[in-house]
């Protein structure tokens, strides 16, 4: 079986106080296949660099003082960081336990914890982080085609997504029905758009479907010259 390419290969950040549990968790982690980083405390990991790839946090509720874990959790939705979290906590703790999952923690698993588990619960969160790199590469990828097109191809496809027929576009533009037609196939291809819809859907998601966009200081009415 091929390798993973190394930025693809996932980054469990261990955030737990208890020395021996961490390094346990990381050995256990390393053996599944992943990158282990452990932190004694929620201030070092802030500060830690992290990988691009795929990844997730284990967290520990209390880090040495009740609700500490909490706290770097709501840190993190407060900068908006994605990374999923997994929370574990020393003792079955329901209340805490119900704020997590509130806050979008992906699970709660209490100590002592199960090797089977952990890595069960390790596996969907990074499968979830996996999923939204995946989400934003695409979009990347549809901004830097929809960068090739031309001025027209752009009109064009704003045009087509916001629901116009040629004949209708042409006479917006003050093209012919033809050109319109050639300008379209021409941003079907650099957007590597499979179908018609495709390219639909590519235009909702760059917003090229508001009048405002397509214009461009472009008179209407202008008819094309030869």
Request: glycine share 8%; aromatic share 4%.
């Amino acid at each position: 079986m091929n390798a993973l390419p190394d930025c693809d290969i996932a980054t469990v950040y261990v955030v737990d106080h208890d020395a021996a549990e961490n390094d346990r968790v990381r050995a256990l982690l390393a053996g599944a296949g992943w990158r282990a980083r452990g932190f004694a405390q929620a201030e070092s990991f802030l500060a830690a660099e992290r990988s691009a790839g795929p990844g997730c946090l284990l967290l520990d509720v209390d880090l040495g003082a009740p609700g500490a874990g909490l706290t770097l959790q709501d840190t993190l939705l407060a900068m908006l960081d994605p990374i999923p979290v997994v929370l574990i906590a020393g003792r079955a703790d329901v209340a805490a336990s119900v704020r997590a999952m509130k806050a979008g923690a992906v699970d709660f698993l209490a100590k002592p914890l199960s090797d089977e588990g952990l890595l069960e619960a390790v596996g969907a969160a990074v499968s979830l982080d996996r999923q939204r790199l995946g989400r934003e590469r695409a979009s990347t990828d549809v901004i830097e085609r929809a960068q090739r097109l031309s001025q027209r191809e752009r009109e064009v496809m704003a045009l087509v997504a916001a629901g116009r027929m040629n004949k209708h576009i042409a006479d917006e533009l003050g093209i012919s029905e033809v050109t319109v037609k050639i300008h379209r196939g021409n941003a079907m291809r650099k957007m590597q758009a499979r179908s018609f819809a495709d390219l639909v859907i590519m235009a909702h998601k760059l917003g090229m479907t508001s009048p405002a966009l397509y214009h461009g200081g472009i008179g209407r009415h202008r008819r094309e010259t030869a």
